[in-house]
Every structure is written in structure tokens, then in C-alpha cells.
């Protein structure tokens, strides 16, 4: 049943999921370049106000969950709450502030991409007279977590302008009708788009900057990447580049999440792990390859990131006890 109400108290318990429709006139997709609306684009009172939910296992907290949502004028949205699961939110339609644990405080317009991160508290402050409209993505900690340790997921929490275009919104709302009509034996199919989904959002809302510090991480991956079977000389590396080796070491884990050694040693794992595929080589070859002093090096580096031997990884291979 479609419920119309201007303003409604609505409360998610498990997945009982109220919804309503708002009459909001003529609405446009915002123009997300200079933040002026576009009334010939998208009329945002063709959809409904609605939030759907859907779990696959019985952790509450895992579940996952993506809405339009419409929301009433000169309020706080919510006030220093800790919210234990990520939501991604794309401003379509209104303004507001949003005021984060550490004292930041961003503003908030037709275009901006906010996050919620899990355990950390925020405070939405929406202003009146824009009529406020959002579209959200939600999912819990553990898939937040994955995501995350992929760099699926940034941790900044504001975005510089989305590009969000008919096409991609028209996405977005049928994706989300059939998430919310699917039957149970097939949403779990539903789950790896609603990842894809979720990591397009991040792409056209988070775009990395083409600066001199990106293009020198990009630079030194290629570096790390190359001649794996020799001695690397990182530092030598970056008195060629201009750069201080903590600096530089500071970078790189900051926009990777690992040192530049660990970088190396999983690019040559990496290496290792397709070398093993190949029944005709060694594992004392194979470590020559890769530039280990030895087999036993080789096996023990490789143990450690993998939690099994290199002969266990083999095709056909058994894990014994």
C-alpha cells in the first residue's frame, strides 16, 4: 500500500520497511557540474519515497539496503548518532551540514556525495526551504570491512562533485526495484551487483586527483612491479623523483594502504602464485625466478602471507593436516 503523507515518523525493525510517496512538484536532477537544477532532466516525483531492505543471513546488522528518500525542511536529520553499518548518500536536491567527530564540518548541496562510517559519530543538520532529496546505499560492517581492505571503499568523507546522469540514475531505481521484488532463492545473485553498484558510486563520487603525488605513486608501483627476481633500491628511487624516502614512504601507504616493500613482496607473490600453476617448475625454480635467496626463503615468505606452502597451492594438491 502507497501511503501520502507531507511528513511522516517512519522506523526500520528488522525488514518491515514503511515507505511513502511525496508530491514534490516539479523536481529536476540537479546539475552536478555547477549545482543549478535542470528542470528537463528527471522529475523526482515520478518515484516514491521508499527504503528497502533485504538480509541474507540473521545478523541484523548485516544487511543490505538502498533508497530515495525525501526529507522535510530546517531539521537535524540526526544528531552525533554512531552508525554501526556504511551508507553512501548522494545529495540530489537540497543543502545542509554535516559535522563529523573530529570538528570537521562540510556543507552540503546538489552534487556531494556523503559517507556514514561505521563507529564513528556524525551530526546532519538539513536547511530549510530546498525540499531535500537523497538516494542511499547501505551495507554492514563485515561487507564494509571487505571493501575497504580492497580500497573498494575510501575512507574521505565528503566527495568533490558526483557525475550522476539520467542513465546512471535510471539505474540506480531499477536496481532498487528489483532488490526489493526479488525472491529469496535469488538474491543472493543480486548481492555482486549491488557491490558493483555501490563501487560506481565510489568511482564517479571519490575520482582521484591527477596530481604530482598520484602520478608518483602510479610511478612507483611500475618500479616496484618491475625486475622482481632483483634488489630493489627504493631510496635510490626517490632522490632520482625529489622526494625524502620517509615522505615518499608516507605517500605510498597513505593512498595504498601498504609500505612500498609490502607492495613488492605482494607483487611477486602474486607472480609466485601464477608460476605455480605450472607442474614442470620447481618450487627451487621457482624461487630463483622470483630472486629468493633460497627455496626454503621463498617458502617461508610465501607460508606467511598465505597461511599454506607453495607445494599446497599447486593444482591437485591436498592440504593435509
Not at 56 to 68: D, I, N
Not at 153 to 162: A, D, K, Y
Amino acid at each position: 500500500m502507497i501511503l501520502k503523507f507531507d511528513k511522516i515518523w517512519y522506523q526500520i525493525y528488522n525488514n518491515i520497511t514503511p515507505f511513502y510517496y511525496t508530491e514534490m512538484g516539479k523536481l529536476g536532477i540537479p546539475d552536478m557540474k555547477n549545482g543549478k537544477n535542470a528542470p528537463d532532466e528527471i522529475k523526482f516525483d515520478r518515484y516514491p519515497h521508499e527504503l528497502v531492505y533485504r538480509s541474507l543471513t540473521a545478523v541484523p546488522e548485516e544487511r543490505f539496503g538502498m533508497g530515495l528518500m525525501f526529507k522535510s525542511d530546517k531539521r537535524r536529520d540526526y544528531d552525533n548518532i554512531v552508525y554501526p553499518r556504511f551508507v553512501l548518500v548522494l545529495v540530489l536536491r537540497g543543502e545542509g551540514t554535516l559535522y563529523t567527530e573530529d570538528g570537521e564540518c562540510f556543507e552540503l548541496e546538489p552534487g556531494k556525495c556523503f559517507k556514514r562510517i561505521p563507529g564513528r559519530a556524525e551530526t546532519l543538520n538539513i536547511h530549510a526551504g530546498n525540499r531535500w532529496v537523497e538516494f542511499f546505499i547501505e551495507i554492514g560492517p563485515a561487507l564494509y570491512q571487505a571493501l575497504r581492505a580492497m580500497r573498494i571503499i575510501e575512507t574521505r568523507p565528503l566527495s568533490e562533485n558526483i557525475e550522476l546522469d539520467r542513465e546512471f540514475f535510471e539505474r540506480l531505481m531499477q536496481f532498487k526495484y528489483r532488490f526489493k521484488t526479488s525472491d529469496e532463492r535469488s538474491l543472493p545473485l543480486l548481492v555482486g551487483e549491488f557491490a558493483a553498484i555501490l563501487a560506481d558510486c565510489q568511482r564517479r563520487c571519490f575520482r582521484p586527483r591527477e596530481n604530482r603525488e598520484t602520478g608518483l605513486v602510479d610511478l612507483a608501483c611500475s618500479f616496484l612491479s618491475c625486475d622482481l627476481d632483483q634488489k630493489c633500491d627504493i631510496r635510490s628511487f626517490c632522490r632520482r623523483q625529489g622526494i625524502g624516502y620517509e615522505r615518499f614512504r608516507k605517500l605510498f601507504r597513505k593512498q595504498l594502504g601498504v609500505s612500498p616493500w609490502q607492495y613488492r613482496i605482494r607483487r611477486r607473490l602474486d607472480l609466485a602464485c601464477a608460476l605455480l600453476q605450472n607442474p614442470e617448475l620447481k618450487i627451487s625454480e621457482i624461487a630463483v625466478e622470483l630472486g629468493y635467496a633460497s627455496a626454503y626463503d621463498f617458502s617461508a615468505q610465501f607460508k606467511k602471507y598465505f597461511k599454506v606452502a607453495p607445494a599446497y597451492y599447486r593444482p591437485g594438491s591436498k592440504i593435509t593436516g
